[in-house]
């Protein structure tokens, strides 16, 4: 009987060992997918236990902060008082749908698991069991956010403005928008009750038009295309004919000005006026290639250094842009170009900036959970899109399309602010528009660069750059030189 | 030497206590709880039920292997301790307190068995009324006034406040009946009177009694839906039958009999089908039936190599997790290192098991030691197997550490036979080849 005993003693030893090696490969091979799969909610549940940072904006509005919750098993709730306002900037906190926004792209230091370990880290650590989590402070003021949105009103579109020294954001909107509080609610049922229908809403308000949609950007794209004649041996006497229209090579359709009417002249009156014929042709005319290096010189391509989740502008590709026809078109903000509002503030920036793009930002400082500051955001330069004097150039004629020109609702007595109108047509047979305006000022000491994009609700006449974005414009900027003083 | 084994056994108990008195405050601390005075009662209480073991050990089964207490105890304590940290004021309240009890209850029924059965093989004069005893206690449940129904299985009993699981004692009565009958007749069982191809097999009416208790058995459990315990049972007594006849044709005969048996019990009975088909893919519906399993590796999973440490983790996501799925919570808060130090333990026992089987002088010890340790080594890789993934799930519980009062005193019980068994083995083997036990008929091999 001893024989079989051994076997039956191996063959149970040997089921052990399957066991054993199982449990081996379940830790080696499969347990990182494991640990991290979304519907696992342990990661989620250690994260819940900490008490994730605040979020504050530049005038110490709390944005963002975890709530203790005694008597629930999630510890902490993520509570946004400001609601919708900072929505799209902040982000949101969902045990079941994740995190988006500055709570994803910040998500380490808000939990507490930044590099820098601080003595209030090691005290929380053995005193609390875990360490609270960072602060961020946002260079947007609320006052500055709050006009923004009221000056969008009831329309849908977005609007991004930064200081295009340091880079920093001073307002992010995007309409229409969304409460992040419901996402965050403890009742996991809650939270995909409210996820779903802002998902299934008509007008996507999860969407951050700012810097996650692209649109094409219309006349306001012209900035760029003379950025790039002057660049490419083109001068700012560089002149065409008045016109009607304006036939590319090649084609047999012609361009026409918005309106119908005749302009053209050297490139400081045509950009005052936004004169299609003349941008069409200069950028038909422009050497190969000249116009995607420039537009990639301000950014256009890549995906901005934001610290939010954002996505490139967009261009036609090297081989259609050496068709004239696109090329005009794309000289005018149309065909294949689709920008972010984001890029289009950078490009405004870079302008102001004596032709250097900055890096944009969201997060001026990051404080610990006592409130020492652990680290301050430094300005970076990002891109080097034209030289100091063709920045002054087209400063100056931006200037003039405020002064003089279609930007006339965007003047503000006193100051000398630039900027640039754009209305580009959308849907099929473009019959929708799209509002734009760019902007800084003061133009000699810019303080703050601008864009705005709205979106049209079928009355193209009125719906201009001009009519629509530019007074929108005004109310921030206005609002920024009362807080900031300028 | 028996006196080193005696030490051995005592300080390795001396661990499993700490263990449970350590465990269990370390438990709390994870949980950012304030540490009471339950840490020095429990422990308290831990280590004189292990005291009181040992002392008893000490008295009347002094030469018996040092380890197989002190396993139990470690595998115990363990248990206590993820026990204790899941219970919840809203949850499971005082399950720690209950388990703790049923130790108590399981060491005295442990020393209880060293004393009344001196001699092991005077178990074997008893099988018919093991059997009896044994059918009985699998019937039980059925009974209209004490029997109770719970998560769709009738497996229970309720006398008073008491809960229990006969079925737990009655494996082991069972076990005792097979190790009778089949030493008794192992050579009637093991002559082949005819032959198939070219497989030898027995007279059938040798195997009338067997078969039939084992069909009953089977019978109740099915109709309980215990299908675990079926399973487990099945193939305790292929092995014991393998075991005592060295017939291979019990093998084959019994694993087709597996094999058409799980799969018509994987047509007739809907969980079961149901049951593989989370074993297959458990993310299928992880919020439905796979929920379980999918909870299960997601712990196992986010411990890691060392663990989240005790009280850190989220076993409590895991439903069942005090019974079927404690193996899964120590995976998360002790880490590989945890569950594989666990298993060895297990394996550990099992082996001392087999080995004191191969020493036995006479049948029935060599079928109950080996029948014993089949049963509580193999009731462990299957519910582990299925904790893992690696077999699809049964209800059954993991030996000494999962809660249940049932499970534990049958286990301690099944400890003590395996001390009797051992202490009986090493005396006759200390007092030399010359001293013959009485062997029943049939001869030792």
Redesign the interface.
Known sequence: ??????K??LT??L??G???L???W??LV??????N?P?????L??EYARERGAILSADQVTLAKSQPTPGSALKFLRVYETGELFAHAVGYYSVRFGREGLERTHNDELSGKGGVITVQDLGDRFLK?SERGDLLVLSIDSRVQQAARDALGSRKGAIVALDPVTGQILTMVSRPSFDPNPLSQHSSSGQETAYRSLVAAPDAPLANRAARRTYPPGSTFKVVTAAAALSHGRGVDTAYPASRQYTPPQTDKPMSNFGGGTCGGAMADALRVSCNTYFAQLGAELPEGALEETARAFGFGERPPIDLPAVASKLPTEDELESPAFAAQSAIGQFDVAATPLQMALVAAGIANNGKVPEPRMVREVQDARGAVIEQTRPEVWKEAVSAEIAQSIKEMMVSVIEAGTGRSAAIPGVRVAGKTGTAQVGVTGEDTLAWFIAFAPADAPRIAIAVMVEGAGDPRNETGGRLAAPIAKKVLEAHRQVAGW | MIAARRNTEASLLVIAASVAAGGYALALLGR?RPLGSGVLAYGAVFGLAYLFAHLGIRRIAPASDPLFLPIAALLTALGFVMISRLESPTGSPGLAAAQMRWLVVGVVAMVAVLHFVRDIRSLSRYRYTFAVAGLVLLLLPMLPVIGQEINGSRLWIRIGPLTFQPAELGKIALVLFFAGYLSERRELLAVATRRVGPIGVPEMRHFGPVLLAWAISLLVMTNQKDLGSSLLFFAIFV?ML???T?RPVYLIAGGTMFAIGAFAASRVFGHVGRRIDIWRDPFED?DGPGFQL?QS??????G??WGTGLGL??PD?IPAVTTDFIFAAI?EELG?VG??AV?TS??LF??RG??L??RCRD?FS??LV?GL??AL??QT?LI??GV???IPLTGITLPFMSYGGSSLLSNFVLVGLLLRASDQTARTIDAGPATELNVPAGG??
């Open positions: 009987m001893n024989v079989q005993i051994r039956v003693a149970v030893l089921l052990f399957v066991l054993f199982n449990l081996n379940l830790q499969q347990a990182e997918k494991l640990a799969d519907r696992n909610r342990r990661l549940f250690a069991g | 950012g092995a393998w075991m005592a060295a992880p999918v590796l997601f712990s196992l999973a986010t890691g190599a983790g989220r996501l995976g590989l569950a594989l298993l297990y394996a099992a082996s087999f080995g089987a191969t049948d060599k079928l080996a340790t089949t080594a193999l890789v582990v197997g893992t993934k690696l030792g091999r």
